[in-house]
């Protein structure tokens, strides 16, 4: 492999330091920027408890109801977003679309039963959920 030229290498070194201080900063607890500034920002928006482990299998917060959430986020540049995988275990599937200024520009609340997968097993946020789960 060539070596990365000089303007590549400061921009990585420039995304390593900036997932660094949003890292002490508790905005995020892994390198994934966008899912964690999601589960940060649904926590404070819903009122939500993180999960006590990072990669705690099937929810991502709980409510003061005990229902839990599973929290997904895309931020979207100039391409759609695409689906994701997993099976939602959660009470909920929160999930955020924040545009290029990290603003939310779709967040649903979606019951366990209602949401649906593909025949890969990839949930599909399709325009019937949009429509009916959206809490903007």
Same mark, same amino acid.
């Given at each position: 492999?060539?070596?990365?030229?000089?303007?590549?290498?400061?921009?990585?070194?420039?995304?390593?330091?900036?997932?660094?201080?949003?890292?002490?900063?508790?905005?995020?607890?892994?390198?994934?920027?966008?899912?964690?500034?999601?589960?940060?920002?649904?926590?404070?928006?819903?009122?939500?408890?993180?999960?006590? /482990?990072? !990669?705690?299998? *099937?929810?991502?917060? @709980?409510?003061? =109801?005990? %229902?839990?959430?599973?929290?997904?986020?895309?931020?979207?540049?100039?391409?759609?977003?695409?689906?994701?995988?997993?099976?939602?275990?959660?009470?909920?599937?929160?999930?955020?679309?924040?545009?290029?200024?990290?603003?939310?520009?779709?967040?649903?609340?979606?019951?366990?039963?209602?949401? /649906?997968? !593909?025949?890969? *097993?990839?949930?599909? @946020?399709?325009? =019937?959920? %949009?429509?009916?789960?959206?809490?903007?």
């Amino acid at each position: 492999m060539e070596e990365l030229d000089e303007e590549t290498m400061k921009l990585l070194l420039e995304y390593s330091r900036i997932i660094e201080e949003l890292y002490k900063k508790g905005v995020t607890n892994s390198s994934n920027i966008v899912g964690g500034f999601g589960e940060y920002w649904a926590c404070k928006h819903f009122n939500l408890t993180p999960a006590e /482990k990072q !990669n705690n299998k *099937g929810y991502d917060a @709980i409510d003061s =109801e005990g %229902k839990t959430y599973q929290i997904r986020a895309r931020k979207t540049f100039k391409r759609k977003p695409k689906n994701f995988s997993g099976k939602l275990i959660a009470n909920y599937l929160i999930y955020i679309e924040f545009n290029e200024n990290w603003e939310p520009v779709i967040l649903l609340k979606i019951p366990n039963a209602d949401v /649906k997968t !593909n025949v890969c *097993g990839r949930i599909v @946020i399709s325009k =019937e959920l %949009k429509k009916k789960f959206n809490v903007m």
